[in-house]
């Protein structure tokens, strides 16, 4: 879990200071330090009412009913629940009207799912002047005391006494309401490092103390009361407080890396002033801010010595750590090294007389206090963008100084500039509010337009620009905020710009406040819009007299927060609205009759709130630059409707990976199901929390799966020692798999057992039936097979399943099942096989590699039933040996790897449980005896593998599960839904490219089908885009795309009566609007722009300032010369054309 840090009231009053002061004295706000929180806002995480971006003048509606509310309480915060979640807490307060003091507050606290969980009564003894009394930071369980069935709570009471000394005081709260705890301190830190089973948690305390006359800061940190009755001290830092004065980041932080928890303390190593009490104080001569490293036991590892300088024109340069990220990367591991070592990011803080203000310069340091980059120099702020597949992450920093200002886009850990904005591009003049968003394998920026337009009806036009990496416009998005408009403030982030936070449909929503006056009484009202990319409002928030002024909104937990404060009243009210508001557009009732229909990447994530409703999918979905987070349990019914889920990529961090995490059924009788549904290109990474991973899901329990079809699979197992499938990790209790194939499988996980083509661990009654992996490439440790890693004695039967292609491990390899229980294995062939192992094992010294099972489980019961029966390993077998198993190939046959006759403890035992059972290709051992009812199998010749043949062993042909083999000429039969349609798969479904690029490929495979002579390639645009004749090998096709002007075209690709299209945007020209195609015909005479059929017309200089702007089919222009116009239809398509205007 991420670090939780959090400033209380009483810490922000410390560090407020007087930041009006001018020359020298300014800086003196930084006398007071902060222990856990940094001083510079980085980031716009929320909505507050301060203006951003101002728009010249103009709208009204009434407010959505909230899902929950909080109504005039006193006060209110956040808190991080137990969950990791935002819980919220609100309270009411005595006062003492003679002293203006709390005599006591009462305070409830509310979980994610707005449920009140308790109400807490803090008392204050009479004789106590309290100013602060906050609800503090994280919300625990069996930190303060052993009680497994209370959570506690932190509050934080700031007093003074009658000299006005200040005090600070922490208590510990259950649930109950009962006093567990209480601490004197200043300030706390709680982090929370735990994952699975592994808990870490520790407590900074923070106090002021005096030692020996010389005041110091003191942090006690405490770790959780584990067996002993409350939390115990594990290390206590103390440093002069002088030390830690003038540095504006957090002096203790603390880092998560590679799964172990660091912690620096930071400060100097001298005063930072010789004497700070004159009015021109002279900062220390050969200083230096030093870095303490500790690791999670608290031994110290490191000591960083940082020499202490203003750069160049600046009277002071004073030094911080903890400033730059939000995502506490400011101590890392070789990121920017390139090795082991560990990297510091640290602040110099330069004032300037000249300006009296700050710039900041961020360079980074390794753990031998050597200097070995510089991020950027002299910036006023900056903030993290989003982190887009593929690319660098990327800071903003905008630069103030000079005749003008920018905003440059900074790659991390190269420290390239990427791109560098104008504070105006055009007639639009930007903002910070910004931001970066995909667009295909590429991105786009989006920027707040911080000066508005008037339409011809004097309406004010607020807009939202998104820009290419090269600094041109792509298309703008407008809103119009009516004739009373005055200010528009957007809020510019990953989480706002997710198309499916506000509604599931594929549109972008925006938020934003727009400032409305009231012209009859002069008031100008905030507003919280969420509008669409089409301009359309979909909501209206607003305050009123009973709640009062809109405050602060902002997204926390799909949950939009919009708080209001009553100043007359001193109240506050909070409303929650849970996300998204629409969903499931295409309709649907979740029952088995009216099932929602899916038809986006936002549906499929609503899945989750309902998980055991019935589903439907309407289209296919393209998951490109999507990162899917497993629908955690699904228990419901999934109806795919033969429609296909496209590059899903599931995040790696989660316990069970696939498009659901589990799905989880209640028995034999009433199971979850999914079907009908297809993935084409899936990949899957996991990580060390990974418990088990496929691509449908990572366990399934009581699930029937039938018809599910997977192409272009990739799953890296990344070193973790788990159950591994291409469609799901583990299936037990009653679960099937049934007219299931993959075609195409990299399955790379040479650390784990039980890696399965198809299941990793198959148990409990758990079926496999019709079913195949061809063009397979396997890779595990041990227990690994074509179709399962392990099959147990519980009825787990495999029947009419076949493979062809790889599977590799160390030892107990199969080309159907590694490791077989006493369940079935019937009817089953592998052919065009190459089978390996490199390692016997070390107990049985057995490499156990067999073409249909690499090891079988003894019969103990002596039962004498034939289980492995009517199976065939065709000619095209073969078995590879490698490294430490090259001359060893004891238990490797044919069929059965090894049986319990190769048990050196069962001496004179044979397996009698197998029958009926052929192979094509050589004896691995030509002494060895062959036979249909040994681990050999009976020798047979290809061509004698007919249908006859194969029928007359228990292979039944026919057209459906029951009957699922169909003859094929000269080669071993396919099952029936197999090759009835081709799968046209494209390496990208959009392409950003610019004219000076000139040239991207487009790479094509088709599924389905070995030759695909006579795909064609064509281009809705080939003035914009032209495509070159393809190269065609196998499978596969290339094409060349030529990028001729801006705008856009859609690449088709067919064949076989399937077709793909790629997207293409080509860019390059003057800042005009996205282009579309369906082209509107545009004129011009007398001044008037016409264009039959537009919705909007806007016509641009050729600077790409907008000199015209009309939501109709005519547009008057006064502007002369050569004009870009670009026309807009009700459907959203745009067409541009040059005019000159005379």
């Not at 499916?500 to 905030?526: P, R, S, V």
């Not at 390059?1068 to 016409?1090: E, F, H, N, P």
Request: proline share 3%.
């Amino acid at each position: 879990m991420k670090k939780i840090y959090y400033l209380t009231l009483a810490a922000m009053l410390a560090g407020a200071g007087a930041t009006g002061m001018a020359s020298a004295k300014k800086f003196r706000a930084l006398a007071s330090p902060d222990a856990f929180s940094a001083t510079v806002a980085k980031k716009q995480s929320a909505l507050t009412m301060s203006s951003v971006c101002n728009s010249p003048k103009g709208a009204a509606l009434a407010n959505s009913e909230p899902d929950a509310a909080i109504s005039n309480t006193e006060g209110w915060g956040l808190l991080t629940g137990t969950d990791g979640k935002s819980w919220f807490y609100y309270q009411k307060f005595s006062v003492d009207p003679k002293r203006h003091t709390y005599t006591g507050s009462e305070f409830s606290v509310m979980n994610a799912d707005n449920e009140t969980l308790a109400t807490i009564k803090v008392d204050i003894p009479d004789d106590k002047n309290v100013n602060v009394i906050e609800p503090f930071g994280s919300v625990t369980k069996k930190f303060f005391d052993r009680d497994e069935k209370t959570w506690e709570v932190m509050v934080f009471i700031h007093s003074y006494d009658a000299s006005y000394k200040q005090y600070g005081e922490f208590r510990v709260y259950n649930q109950n309401g009962e006093i567990v705890r209480t601490y004197d301190a200043d300030n706390a830190l709680f982090v929370d490092y735990s994952e699975g089973f592994n808990s870490y948690q520790r407590i900074a305390l923070v106090k002021a103390v005096e030692e020996e006359g010389v005041a110091k800061t003191q942090i006690s940190v405490m770790q959780p009361c584990g067996w002993n009755e409350a939390p115990t001290v594990e290390k206590t830092l103390s440093v002069p407080s002088t030390l830690l004065n003038y540095s504006a980041g957090s002096y203790f932080n603390s880092f998560n890396i590679d799964g172990n928890p660091y912690f620096v303390f930071s400060h100097y190593e001298k005063p930072f002033f010789v004497d700070e009490t004159v009015d021109d104080p002279i900062a220390t001569s050969d200083n230096h801010f030093i870095l303490e490293v500790y690791d999670k036991k608290f031994n110290q590892i490191n000591t960083l010595s940082v020499p202490v300088a203003a750069e160049q024109g600046a009277l002071y340069g004073m030094r911080s750590f903890g400033l730059f990220s939000d995502d506490a990367s400011d101590m890392c591991k070789g990121t920017f090294s390139g090795d082991d070592k560990m990297n510091f990011i640290v602040t110099n803080q330069n004032y300037t007389v000249a300006n009296d203000d700050y710039t900041y310069t961020f360079e980074v340091y390794n753990e031998d206090s050597q200097k070995i980059a510089v991020i950027n120099q002299a910036v006023s702020s900056w903030q993290k963008l989003s982190d887009i597949p593929g690319h660098e992450s990327q800071y903003g920093f905008i630069i103030t100084g000079g005749s003008s200002e920018a905003i440059e886009m900074v790659n991390i850990p190269s420290c390239d500039v990427a791109a560098t904005f104008s504070a105006m591009v055009g007639d639009a003049q930007l903002s910070d509010n910004f931001d970066r968003y995909p667009v295909g394998d590429e991105y786009q920026y989006v920027f707040g337009i911080g000066n508005g337009l008037y339409d011809e009806q004097k309406n004010v036009i607020s807009r939202i620009g998104w820009f290419n990496k090269d600094c041109s416009v792509d298309h703008f998005v407008s809103f119009n905020i009516g004739q009373d408009g005055e200010n528009f403030t957007p809020l510019v982030n990953g989480t706002v710009l997710n198309p499916y936070l506000f509604n599931t449909d594929n549109l972008h929503e925006y938020l934003f406040l727009a400032k409305i006056k009231n012209q009859q009484t002069g008031i100008i009202a905030t507003e919280l819009w969420v509008a669409n990319e089409n301009g359309e409002v979909l909501r209206k928030f607003k305050g009123d007299d009973t709640k009062g002024d809109m405050s602060v909104c902002d997204v926390l937990d799909n949950r939009l927060v919009v708080s209001f404060a009553n100043q007359a009243k001193g109240t506050y009210s909070v409303d929650f609205y849970n996300l998204p508001f629409e969903k499931f557009e295409k309709g649907g009732e979740g029952t088995a009759a009216s099932p929602y229909k899916v038809s986006t990447v936002g549906d499929l994530m609503m899945i989750a709130q309902n998980p055991s409703a019935y589903y439907a999918l309407v289209n296919d979905i393209d998951m490109s630059n999507v990162e899917w987070s497993p629908i955690a349990t699904f228990s419901g019914h999934f109806d795919g409707k033969n429609h296909k889920l496209l590059n899903l990529e599931p995040v790696s961090s989660a316990a069970h990976i696939g498009l659901f995490g589990q799905i989880i059924g209640t028995g034999e009788t009433d199971r979850a199901e999914v079907k009908n549904l297809s993935f084409v290109k899936p990949s899957i990474t996991v990580s060390a929390k990974t418990r088990n991973a496929g691509v449908l899901a990572g366990s399934a329990m009581a699930v029937a799966i039938d018809n599910v079809h997977v192409y272009g699979a990739d799953i890296y197992g990344n070193s973790v020692d788990a159950p591994f499938g291409g469609i799901v990790g583990e299936a037990s209790l009653y679960s099937s798999i049934t007219s299931t194939d993959i075609d195409k499988l990299y399955l790379d996980a040479e650390q784990a057992s039980k890696v399965g083509g198809l299941v990793g661990n198959l148990s409990t009654s758990s079926t496999i039936n019709a079913s195949s992996v061809v063009n397979g490439t396997i890779r595990g440790l041990s227990a690994v097979g074509g179709i399962a890693g392990t099959t147990d004695s519980n009825k787990s039967n495999i029947t009419n399943a076949y493979y062809n292609g790889s599977v590799g491990g160390k030892n107990t390899v199969g080309g159907i099942v590694g490791s077989a229980g006493r369940s079935l294995i019937t009817n089953c062939y592998v052919n065009n096989a190459e089978l390996s192992v490199s390692e016997p094992n070390q107990w049985t010294n057995l490499v156990s590699l067999g073409a249909i099972a690499g090891y079988l489980e003894p019969d103990w019961a002596n039962a004498n039933k034939v289980i492995i029966s009517g199976n065939v390993a065709g000619n095209d077998c073969s078995f590879i040996f490698l490294d430490k198993a090259e001359n060893s190939h004891k238990g490797a046959h044919r069929i059965i790897g090894s049986t319990i006759a190769d048990d050196a403890e069962a001496a004179g035992k044979n397996e009698t449980g197998l029958a009926s059972n052929y192979a094509a290709f050589p004896l691995v051992d030509a002494a060895e005896t062959s036979g249909a009812t040994t681990v050999n199998g009976e020798t047979v010749t290809a061509d004698a593998l007919t249908e006859a043949f194969l029928s007359g062993i228990g292979f039944k042909f026919g057209a459906n599960a029951d009957s699922p083999w169909v003859a094929q000429t000269e080669a071993l039969p396919k099952l029936y839904f197999q090759n009835s349609e081709c799968v046209v798969s494209l390496d990208s479904h959009e392409i950003l490219m610019g004219v000076d690029d000139k040239y991207v490929t487009l790479e094509v495979e088709v599924f389905g089908a070995d030759d695909i002579t006579g795909i064609t390639f064509t281009s809705s645009d080939p003035e914009t885009v032209s495509v070159s004749e393809p190269e065609i090998e196998d499978n596969y096709a290339e094409i060349t795309l030529t990028a001729l002007k801006p705008g856009k075209a859609t690449i088709t690709v067919a064949f076989g009566g399937q077709t793909a299209t790629c997207q293409v945007i080509v860019t390059g020209d003057a800042s005009v609007g996205s282009i579309d195609t369906d082209a509107l015909a545009i004129r011009y005479a007398d001044g008037v722009v016409t264009a039959e059929g537009a919705a909007r017309i806007d016509a641009f200089s050729t600077t790409g300032a907008l000199v015209g702007s009309a939501r109709a089919d005519r547009l008057s222009v006064d502007a002369k010369g050569l004009l870009i116009v670009v026309a807009t239809g009700a459907d959203g398509n745009r067409t541009i054309s040059k005019i000159i205007a005379k």
